[in-house]
């Protein structure tokens, strides 16, 4: 059974940045895709950033490109979303998502993510 856990979730101020981190239990970590996905109160969850396998694909979102930064340590079983420049509709509860991949493909659909974790929450001020 595979588990992810998300953390660095916080309140921050606007213009502030977050890393997040999601741990995902067990061996073989680098088989996955994972991606980041966002909820905010009474919207439905929307596709944030996805990386493939290898770290060497990318993709994100038009209203966080610029701003956010995926990226992988396969050796922790970890990925990252490094948010910078954060805006308060920025706020919603983040979750990170594994699918099996081992090509170079990257997706935005969630119905392809195989686990989920279960979010943490990020709040921007105004």
């Known amino acids: 059974q595979v588990q992810l856990v998300e953390s660095g979730g916080g309140l921050v101020q606007a213009g502030g940045s977050l890393r997040l981190s999601c741990a995902r239990s067990?061996?073989?970590?680098?088989?996955?895709?994972m991606g980041w996905f966002r909820q905010a109160p009474e919207k439905e969850r929307q596709f944030v950033a996805a990386i493939n396998w290898s770290g060497i694909n990318t993709d994100y979102a038009d209203y966080v490109k610029g701003r956010f930064t995926i990226f992988r340590d396969n050796a922790k079983n970890t990925v990252y979303l490094q948010m910078s420049s954060l805006k308060p509709e920025d706020t919603a509860v983040y979750y990170c998502a594994a699918r099996r991949s081992t090509d170079a493909s990257t997706s935005r659909l969630e119905r392809q993510y195989n686990y989920w974790g279960q979010g943490t929450q990020v709040t921007v001020s105004s």
């Open positions: 067990g061996r073989t970590f680098s088989s996955y895709a």
